[in-house]
Each structure stands twice: as C-alpha cells, then as structure tokens.
C-alpha cells in the first residue's frame, strides 16, 4: 500500500491546482482503480491503471506505482 500513496498524493495536488480539468478526475478514478487492484495482488491491472492515470495526470510519483507492479511481477529491469 505504500507505493501507491505517493500518488495519490501528487494527484490531489494536481487536482487543486487544475480543479475543473477533467483529465484529473479521470486519472484519480484510474488511480484509485490501480490502488484496489494492487490490493488484492492484481499488479497487471493495477501497472495498467496507474498507467492509464500517468497519461491523464503526467504526476511524475505515479512512476513508483508503476515500478513497484513491476517488481511484482518480477520484471525487475522494468521497475
């Protein structure tokens, strides 16, 4: 749960500063999408969530989400 907090942090962030951009809503409901899916060990879904909110939000602390997915999956080179 620690590698997705950062995110979530970023994209709150982002949302106060950009509050009627729709890209950012739809990022943080990708997000929170990735957040469930990491969860419950679904680190294919979640890497493809956060990947989703990363082109919405282009929040740079999504990229730790993503690698931590990686390193799950044991694609370390990747991650």
Same mark, same amino acid.
């Given at each position: 749960?620690?590698?997705?907090?950062?995110?979530?942090?970023?994209?709150?962030?982002? !949302? !106060?500063?950009?509050?009627?951009?729709?890209?950012?809503?739809?990022?943080?409901?990708?997000?929170?999408?990735?957040?469930?899916?990491?969860?419950?060990?679904?680190?294919?879904?979640?890497?493809?969530?956060?990947?989703?909110?990363?082109?919405? !939000?282009? !929040?740079?602390?999504?990229?730790?989400?993503?690698?931590?997915?990686?390193?799950?999956?044991?694609?370390?080179?990747?991650?």
């Amino acid at each position: 749960m620690r590698a997705v907090v950062a995110g979530l942090m970023v994209l709150a962030a982002a !949302s !106060s500063a950009h509050a009627a951009g729709e890209n950012i809503e739809e990022a943080k409901k990708h997000f929170c999408l990735g957040v469930d899916a990491y969860d419950q060990g679904k680190y294919e879904a979640a890497l493809q969530e956060f990947q989703e909110a990363h082109a919405l !939000s282009h !929040s740079a602390a999504l990229y730790f989400n993503m690698a931590a997915c990686e390193e799950h999956m044991d694609h370390f080179q990747a991650a």
